[in-house]
Structures are given as C-alpha cells and as structure tokens.
C-alpha cells in the first residue's frame, strides 16, 4: 500500500528491509533533538532491530504492525510505524520520528499521522490507536493533540504499565485517538 501524496506532497510508502538501518539512524537522531528527554537514550542497533522485527518492514503480516517511509515531493523525510502486538484486538502503538530536526515544527508530523489513520481502519480494521510521547516532548504532545488524540488521565507510572505495557520514558504520556 503505497499512500498517494496528498496536495501539500506529504505521502507514505511502505518500508522494505534495505530501510531499516536508515529508519534507526533517524531515530538516534531524533533523540538528540531539543525536546526530546534527556533521561532517555536512544536504542542501540540490536535492541532496535529486536523491537522492529523484519516483519515491520514486509507485508507479512500487517496485523501485527508496519513501519511506512514519510515522503515529501518524493523524497524520505522520515518513519512512522504501528505496532498491534502488545494490546487487544482493534488498538495499536504508533509512533513516528521525522528525518532531522530542520523538518520538524512545519506540520509535517501531523500531515503524515492524517495519511496513516484511513489505511489502519479501513485496510487493518484498527478502532484505537495510542501513542505515549514523553511529557516533556512538548512538540510532539502538540502534534498529536492537533492529530485528535487525548492524554488518558495522569495516572501512577505503575498503573499505565499494566494497563498498556512498558513505557520508556518516566514521564511517559498516553495518549489515545479513535480510528
Ligand atoms: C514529534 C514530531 C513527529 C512532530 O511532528 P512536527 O511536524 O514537528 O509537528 P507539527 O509541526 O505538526 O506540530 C508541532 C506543534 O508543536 C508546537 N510547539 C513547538 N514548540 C513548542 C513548545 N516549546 N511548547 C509547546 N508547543 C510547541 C508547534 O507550535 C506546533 O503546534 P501549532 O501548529 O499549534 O503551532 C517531530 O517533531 C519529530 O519527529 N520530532 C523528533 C522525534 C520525536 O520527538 N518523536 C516523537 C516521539 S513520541
């Protein structure tokens, strides 16, 4: 399923194996970014290539989950991913990370999120999706906020835990949208 880009350029294509070592180099990237926390540290190329199996960057198995290339006017600008392993039938983890940081803060984020919602209802029959920025990532908060998504209430760390699995970051936000 290749997204057909929208007016503004902004599309999504679906990532194959010979990404996945780009998809993690933008993803260390992004954590030295401005907002993001400083008590995190990004993975380490084994642990991503553990979280992101390859079936994220194939077609086999897109109930599970799949990592899409954030294009703009044709050329990669960044990742965004869902992931249905860990929560009930209908809900999935999403999350994404832009290319660098000089294409962060134009709309862009929300522009690929807005690509991605019509394909994980209409094509993976998803109802939910979750996202659980660091609350201090205030840009990101922002953007999915804008892209309709809503904190769950600040409950104890422990409790979001075994409600919807390991976070990780301690200031970690979840946030919920209906599909
Ligand atoms: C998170 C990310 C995908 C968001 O995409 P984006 O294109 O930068 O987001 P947008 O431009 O759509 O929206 C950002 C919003 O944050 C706002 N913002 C920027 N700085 C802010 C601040 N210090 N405080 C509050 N809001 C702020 C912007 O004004 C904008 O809101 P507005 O449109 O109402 O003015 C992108 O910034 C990114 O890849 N960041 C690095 C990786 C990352 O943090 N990933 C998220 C992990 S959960």
Redesign the pocket.
Known sequence: MTVSPNAEGAGLRPAVLADRGQVHAWLVK?YE?P??CVEQRPPSREEFLADYEELFFTDRSPRQGRVFIITRDGADT?AVSYDARHHGPGRADV????AE?A?????????ALGLLWPYLRGRIGLRRAL????AR????V??YE?AGFKPLGYLPRRELERRYGPLDCPHALVMERPL
């Open positions: 992004a970014s907002f993001f960044g999350d994404i990370w832009l940081e294409l962060c803060g134009r709309g862009r984020g929300g522009a996202m659980s920025p660091c990532n205030l840009r990101a922002r953007c804008k």
